[in-house]
């Protein structure tokens, strides 16, 4: 299951997450990011045990969006052990972001 996150716990559920995680950085206002939920939430429960999905708000979490300068949303950002290993940004396939899962 995909979980909303902020400022406040992006170290615990992203940076100190054991499993690899998918970061959808989002607004709320963005038609094409909540076209992207069903498929968000279809990759979370297909990987819930091997994958931790997560979703960052750009407006209630702004210093994150700018760390990453996030320009686009949605964007992905895919981490290992912490560290961003992949990203991609705009409305994604599936099959796209699979695509990107397979590098783990």
């Known amino acids: 299951m995909k979980k ?8 615990e559920e992203v940076l100190n997450c ?3 995680v998918l970061v959808e950085f989002f607004a709320s206002w963005c038609p094409k ?3 992207m939920e069903h498929t ?3 990759i979370a429960a297909g990987h819930e045990d091997r994958l931790h999905v997560v ?3 750009i407006e209630e979490s702004p210093s994150l969006a700018s760390a990453f ?3 686009t949303v949605p964007t992905f950002v895919l981490f290992q052990n912490g560290t961003p290993i992949a990203a991609a940004a705009g ?3 599936k099959d796209t972001l699979l695509e990107m899962l397979s590098i783990l």
């Not at 909303?4 to 170290?11: C, E, G, P, S, V």
């Open 69 to 71: 300068d996030i320009q």
């Open 18 to 20: 054991p499993l690899p």
């Open 55 to 57: 979703q960052i708000e």
């Open 33 to 35: 990011c909540a076209m």
């Open 40 to 42: 968000l939430d279809e």
């Open 91 to 93: 409305m994604l396939s």
């Open 4 to 11: 909303r996150i902020t400022d406040a716990d992006y170290q």
